[in-house]
T-cell receptor, first 110, second 112 residues
Framework: RKEVEQDPGPFNVPEGATVAFNCTYS??????FFWYRQDCRKEPKLLMSVYSSGNEDGRFTAQLNRASQYISLLIRDSKLSDSATYLCVVQRSSASKIIFGSGTRLSIRP | NAGVTQTPKFRVLKTGQSMTLLCAQDMNHEYMYWYRQDPGMGLRLIHYSVGEGTTAKGEVPDGYNVSRLKKQNFLLGLESAAPSQTSVYFC???????????FGQGTRLTVV
């Protein structure tokens, strides 16, 4: 089983919709959680860290569910510019390398 | 503020040729990584380094070698390129493995 798993999508939703996707992890000792965004033919960039209490940044909300071992990303009032691939990272505190999930592709249609 | 810089950005190689990809970072990061990204495969870790003079294998190290002689540079070498190494290569760096990773713009490599 992979350390980090994501639904590859694609998720195809209309502009203005709310969309959510999850990232499951296998190691219960994981401590650090992140969402990255990757636009087509570009490098990944950090979207937001995920804190134990959950966190929100504008239209984006990230949550952590330790009991079920997954993190989630919720995008409200989606924009055409939100079309991208979203990658999760789940790390143990003792980790020496960064392993990415395979990414979830999101496409927002007008 | 350059961040992470990769050279070259594009390259076409013939099978059996060798080349070196250079990654340079100016953020004084200890950790550096090389990933390859293929359609539908996500980012796969090739090799990584936790500090100057150290390197370690990632998920897909075969056919590649790396060196970290200076803290700011991480070199990825292909000794004898194969068509299976056609991919987009990303270099990244971070302060630790639990902090934000900063990526270079990628190198598009085609092996014919």
């Amino acid at each position: 089983r992979k350390e980090v798993e994501q639904d590859p999508g694609p998720f195809n939703v209309p502009e203005g919709a709310t969309v959510a996707f999850n990232c499951t992890y296998s190691n219960s000792a994981s401590q650090s959680f992140f969402w990255y965004r990757q636009d087509c033919r570009k490098e990944p960039k950090l979207l937001m860290s995920v804190y134990s209490s959950g966190n929100e940044d504008g239209r984006f909300t990230a949550q952590l569910n330790r009991a079920s071992q997954y993190i989630s990303l919720l995008i409200r009032d989606s924009k055409l510019s939100d079309s991208a691939t979203y990658l999760c990272v789940v790390q143990r505190s003792s980790a020496s390398k960064i392993i990415f999930g395979s990414g979830t592709r999101l496409s927002i249609r007008p | 503020n350059a961040g992470v810089t990769q050279t070259p950005k594009f390259r076409v190689l013939k099978t059996g040729q060798s080349m070196t990809l250079l990654c340079a970072q100016d953020m004084n990061h200890e950790y550096m990584y090389w990933y390859r990204q293929d359609p539908g495969m996500g980012l796969r870790l090739i090799h990584y380094s936790v500090g100057e003079g150290t390197t370690a294998k990632g998920e897909v190290p075969d056919g590649y070698n790396v060196s970290r002689l200076k803290k700011q540079n991480f070199l990825l070498g292909l000794e004898s390129a194969a068509p299976s190494q056609t991919s987009v290569y990303f270099c990244a760096s971070s302060y630790t493995a639990s902090t934000e990773a900063f990526f270079g713009q990628g190198t598009r490599l085609t092996v014919v």
